[in-house]
T-cell receptor, first 113, second 115 residues
Framework: GENVEQHPSTLSVQEGDSAVIKCTYS??????FPWYKQELGKGPQLIID?????GEKKDQRIAVTLNKTAKHFSLHITETQPEDSAVYFC????????????FGKGTRLHILP | DTAVSQTPKYLVTQMGNDKSIKCEQN?????MYWYKQDSKKFLKIMFS???????INETVPNRFSPKSPDKAHLNLHINSLELGDSAVYFC??????????????FGEGSRLTVL
């Protein structure tokens, strides 16, 4: 089955700086890679996703890159703001109805004033 | 209008009791899930249902039994609760499975504390 590793587990960055979170996956057949943000006391919420036919995707201050050969993908947040403080999860999914979205263990991002 | 709603939000109970958590989605999605999030924030899938049919049944104790009366509802019943069942349980739904895996919409979570 799929296995997703996520690093770092905790990340502190100065407000205005960039933050990068990295993930690797084990099954080369995985074709969907979403990123979720979980704020305190809330459920995770999708912030960006990428499919395996694309190498990079950007949405305002958030971008995701995918390297299929190396089986890793990354989340980049630029010009960080206090409201970016949260736990971020990467995930990978296989294209089969009996397969599921497998989550990484999460990264707690702290934006320092 | 809340898209995925689960009740109760908090549940404190004694070991050995039986409890249920209810989930409803008004998004018209065909697939619903239960996830467990432990104290370290690890998110693990427990079950998924597609149109009332069980699709994924991870290795969870059979004290956990999901029930889907219709495709808008997926309830979780837990028998003989144990200390290790303490966690936040998230319900989620999505539009599709298979080749076009879609966005998961999560509820706000139900924090279960077993004393």
């Amino acid at each position: 089955g799929e296995n997703v590793e996520q690093h770092p587990s905790t990340l502190s960055v100065q407000e205005g700086d960039s933050a990068v979170i990295k993930c690797t996956y084990s099954d080369s057949a995985s074709n969907y890679f979403p990123w979720y943000k979980q704020e305190l006391g809330k459920g995770p919420q999708l912030i960006i996703d990428i499919r395996s036919n694309v190498g990079e995707k950007k949405d305002q201050r958030i971008a995701v890159t995918l390297n299929k050969t190396a089986k890793h993908f990354s989340l980049h947040i630029t010009e960080t703001q206090p409201e970016d403080s949260a736990v971020y999860f990467c995930a990978a999914a296989l294209p089969n109805r009996d397969d599921k979205i497998i989550f990484g263990k999460g990264t707690r991002l702290h934006i320092l004033p | 209008d809340t898209a995925v709603s689960q009740t109760p939000k908090y549940l404190v109970t004694q070991m050995g009791n039986d409890k249920s958590i209810k989930c409803e989605q008004n998004l018209g999605h065909d697939t619903m899930y239960w996830y467990k999030q432990d104290s370290k924030k690890f998110l693990k899938i427990m079950f998924s249902y597609n149109n009332k049919e069980l699709i994924i049944n991870e290795t969870v104790p059979n004290r956990f039994s999901p029930k889907s009366p219709d495709k808008a509802h997926l309830n979780l019943h837990i028998n003989s609760l144990e200390l290790g069942d303490s966690a936040v349980y998230f319900c989620a739904s999505s539009q599709e499975t298979g080749a076009n895996t879609g966005e998961l919409f999560f509820g706000e979570g139900s924090r279960l504390t077993v004393l």
